[in-house]
């Protein structure tokens, strides 16, 4: 049998014991302290045995202290085990994986730079952004889906023929995969976001979801931006109920409270980032793909 250590950053720790408890792993804690000028001090209150260590941390807001704690402890129980892997639910600056705009940066890739130099052999993520991401890292990595435990909470919930709707064009596969799960329709919205302002803007023309409930599903939930205007765009169509189903809520600033001024009945996520909406849990997904 395997042998575990997991290690949980200071932004995944329920998430992190959950996955120990899973693999029946030791379970190490760290702490953050963060000092008047920024830095931060990260302690781990253990020193690893011999096993394959899992270091969980999410980069999601504060995201580069949330990534340089992951390169901190990475980079310190590399010293004791020759086997270390991050597990990083929620994978930030995934969406940064092209140069859209002359002179961007793919930050993505130098991510992947980072997390190898610091000592990691592999990473596990939780539906990245995008699979060129994936491939952007450089580094063995695998992806895994929170599809299928976000579906079956949606099970749970008996709405009555749902219609599940992708809020753009980059999002029509899962929103397929989803609904194909719930054994429902789809729909696609068409989406444009200024690369300048970021501004978003519904470009589908008519559409037929009257009263019908709806799921928006998305992989994430940042500004609400997205989600905001393809509610009040679905509910101009005279729909019933809005429900979001999203693996990754940031939901930053007041996107939450947007988001329910647009007429969301509720946002159910994953605990790739911990949170009110946070209601399904992926470590049973995660454990699994480490085994
Ligand atoms: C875009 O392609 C993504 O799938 C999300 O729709 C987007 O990143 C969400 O961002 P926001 O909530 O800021 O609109």
Redesign the pocket.
């Known amino acids: 049998m395997v042998k575990f250590t997991v290690i949980g950053g200071c932004g995944s720790s329920d998430l992190a014991k959950r996955i120990a408890r899973k693999l029946k792993a030791t379970y190490i804690k760290t702490e953050k302290k963060v000092f008047p000028d920024g830095e931060s001090k990260i302690t781990i209150n253990q020193i690893p045995k011999k096993s394959i260590v899992v270091v969980v941390q999410s980069t999601n807001p504060p995201v580069d202290s949330n990534l340089l704690e992951l390169l901190s402890i990475v980079s310190k129980v590399q010293k004791f085990s020759s086997k270390v892997y991050a597990v990083i639910p929620y994978m930030g600056y995934a969406?940064q994986d092209r140069e859209f705009l002359g002179g961007e940066i793919v930050t993505i890739g130098v991510i992947g730079k980072l997390l190898k130099a610091s000592g990691v052999k592999k990473v596990l993520t939780v539906d990245i952004?995008?699979k060129l991401a994936l491939k952007e890292l450089k580094i063995p990595s695998e992806n895994v889906s929170a599809m299928e435990v976000l579906v079956n909470h949606f099970k749970k919930m008996r709405i009555k023929e749902p219609l599940v709707v992708s809020?753009?064009l980059?999002?029509k596969e899962r929103a397929k995969q989803f609904a194909n799960l719930l054994k429902t329709d789809f729909i696609a919205l068409k989406?444009h976001?200024d690369r300048k302002t970021?501004k978003?803007t519904i470009l589908s023309g008519k559409i037929n979801v009257k009263n019908r409930d709806l799921i928006i599903v998305?992989?994430?939930?940042?500004?609400?931006?997205?989600?905001?205007?393809a509610t009040q765009f679905l509910k101009k169509h005279k729909c019933k109920r809005v429900f979001v189903a999203c693996t990754h809520a940031?939901l930053?600033n007041d996107?939450a409270k947007k988001i329910k001024n647009a007429g969301v009945s509720q946002i159910i996520s994953t605990n790739t980032i911990p949170g009110d909406s946070a209601k399904v849990d992926v470590s049973k997904v995660i454990s699994d793909a480490l085994r």
Do not use: W
Request: net charge positive; proline share 4%.
């Open positions: 969406r952004h995008s809020p753009d980059g999002g989406k976001r970021g978003v998305d992989d994430m939930i940042s500004t609400g931006g997205s989600i905001f205007k940031l930053v996107a």
